[in-house]
């Protein structure tokens, strides 16, 4: 899978770093970053849940490519 950011969307609210703080960071000016975007088939519950819990809806995931 690949997280994608809609960067016109994100707020830097940081509940996707509160969930999966090992794929996604918020920085001092309240910038998301994805640290991996491609997490292995092992983290993908952290993840989808990280994903699932932007509370506007910044986040997705895609099948890898």
């Keep these: ?3 994608h950011v809609d960067r016109d969307l994100c707020e ?3 509940m996707c770093e509160s969930m999966a703080h090992a794929f996604f960071e918020v ?3 309240e910038v998301m970053h994805v640290l ?3 997490p292995a088939e092992e ?3 952290h993840v989808v849940a990280a994903v699932a819990s932007c ?3 910044a986040l ?3 099948p890898r490519s």
């Design 55 to 57: 509370p506007v809806q």
């Design 12 to 14: 830097g609210i940081g």
């Design 27 to 29: 920085d001092d000016d």
């Design 43 to 45: 983290h993908r519950l």
């Design 36 to 38: 991996d975007p491609h």
């Design 1 to 3: 899978m690949r997280i």
């Design 60 to 62: 997705s995931l895609t």
